[in-house]
């Protein structure tokens, strides 16, 4: 067997695999678009897997990997006695059932929160379940995250890692357990829970059905994983305290690590960190570089050297992100986006820049959450950090030291940590991460700039604050919540 490893990232858009040994030379890669589930809400389970399948099949070959592990976006896939789907999966914005948790009253939610480490109702494998029809539920012989469902379709196995049991409000997230007094409300039978496992554990290995499908071997070690955000923070923390992690996509995932459970800042989420014993506090923003994104299928490209070229604050132009509900630190799921301050002289540099710009604010506000002392420098990777001027507009905003990661696709890279780790090819976290990202490059503020984006972030709020406020009175149809609206 040589000293490589086989790691997949399962984003919302596509699917990536790749094999990697352990110098960090990637040895092969495959890409597979996604289809079913770009909305974040629900996702086809069993094209997922093929999909999967069909990317490790792009990356098989050649000498044996040592070991395989998985990254994928948070939801809930329920399986019966053959880990196939019931319904569809639920994807990372998936709300089925919520009504239905949140009417077993406030205090049964307030303590499932707290044993969950969650601020919010948000979704997760409980309220999936609640949310199911009797006929389908009575079929369910387990709830499992995206992952751990393609971990069970390639070992036969059912497991849970720590820290996508957390996202399913039915687990002791500071224990690492399941939650033993789940109100006999939910009508959750504890048997559907998989057994826990540290993400760095190998859980099982590859069948011989799943080897004939993917080009791998037979018995091939598979790691645990976990949450993609929470793995590309991992890999981007390391062992180190003294940092915040910012992974920026589709969302950004923020985090720090904490060396316990205790202290953790109102309004952020509390996981298990991907090293045992550890913890993150921290969250998905919600929509910002998807939000980027969308503008910019609306409005067409436009050249760096343009969007660097608008002034701070986008000549007046202000948009809020968040399409499809706000999360962290605000957890306001109905906010909506919005275009404030339109004038006929706005082209779209402007109205591109301001989006970058509120992507930007949107993680401040995360960021100061976990470091109110402002001094703490921020670890960034993912695509944004392709651009330097969106590395130079966010470490101005942030007014804070930005450390870019020298590679952006920290997700896969860090499954392919955990299979390290895992394997038995390397005991250390941060070793690894020197070999498969290298060190990031320092950008620092500039002071006039960020001071002057200081005030752009406080008058941002203000108009964020005032939206959201109108949102709680009209429905996002327009229609007035008296009269039918959807609030």
Not at 16 to 37: E, W, Y
């Amino acid at each position: 067997m040589s000293a490589h490893v086989v790691a997949v990232d399962v984003g919302t858009s596509a699917v990536r695999a790749i094999a990697v040994d352990t110098g960090g030379q990637v040895l092969a890669h495959r890409r597979i678009a996604r289809t079913s589930g770009l909305g974040g809400d629900t996702f086809d389970a069993t094209e997922l897997d093929r999909d999967v399948r069909a990317a490790l099949a792009g990356v098989s070959g050649g000498p044996a990997p040592t070991a395989l592990a998985v990254a994928a976006h948070i939801g809930t896939v329920a399986v019966d006695t053959d880990h196939r789907p019931v319904g569809r999966g639920g994807g990372w914005a998936d709300s089925q059932g919520v009504p239905r948790l949140a009417a077993l009253g406030d205090p049964t939610v307030r303590r499932l929160l707290r044993t969950a480490g969650r601020p919010a109702l948000t979704g997760g494998a409980l309220a999936h379940f609640m949310g199911m029809e009797p006929g389908p539920a009575s079929t369910v012989r387990a709830l499992l995250s995206p992952k751990d469902f393609l971990v069970a379709r390639l070992t036969g196995r059912l497991t849970a890692d720590t820290i996508s049991a957390a996202y399913t409000l039915a687990s002791d997230v500071r224990r690492r357990a399941w939650n033993t007094g789940l109100p006999v409300e939910t009508g959750l039978d504890p048997g559907l829970l998989p057994p826990q496992s540290e993400p760095t554990s190998v859980v099982g290995t590859l069948t011989a059905e799943a080897a004939a499908a993917t080009g791998l071997p037979v018995g091939l070690p598979v790691v645990a994983g976990g949450p993609d955000g929470s793995v590309g923070i991992g890999l981007l923390l390391g062992g180190a305290d003294g940092v915040i992690a910012d992974v920026a996509g589709t969302t950004d995932v923020i985090g720090r690590l904490l060396p316990s459970p205790d202290g953790v800042p109102d309004r952020a989420v509390l996981n298990p960190s991907v090293l045992p014993g550890r913890f993150v506090a921290g969250g998905a923003t919600g929509l910002t570089g998807g939000a980027v994104a969308q503008w910019r299928s609306l409005v067409g490209a436009v050249e760096d050297e343009r969007l660097a070229a608008v002034p701070p604050g986008a000549n007046g132009l202000t948009v809020l992100p968040a399409m499809t509900g706000a999360r962290f630190p605000t957890w306001r799921s109905g906010a909506r986006g919005a275009l404030l301050g339109q004038r006929p002289g706005h082209d779209a540099a402007c109205l591109l820049r301001a989006a970058q710009e509120a992507a930007a604010f949107t993680v401040r506000e995360g960021v100061d959450l976990l470091d109110p002392t402002g001094t703490l420098p921020v670890v960034m990777a993912g695509g944004a950090t392709r651009g330097r001027h969106v590395a130079r507009l966010r470490a101005d905003i942030l007014a804070r030291p930005l450390l870019i990661s020298p590679q952006p696709d920290v997700t896969l890279l860090g499954a392919a940590a955990l299979a390290f780790l895992g394997s038995g090819l390397d005991t250390d976290l941060d070793s690894v991460r020197e070999r498969l990202i290298g060190r990031p490059r320092t950008v620092e503020p500039d002071a006039a700039r960020a001071e002057r984006y200081g005030l752009l972030h406080s008058r941002w709020r203000e108009l964020r604050d005032a939206a959201d406020a109108a949102d709680s009175v009209y429905g996002a149809d327009g229609a007035d919540s008296a009269d039918g609206g959807d609030r």
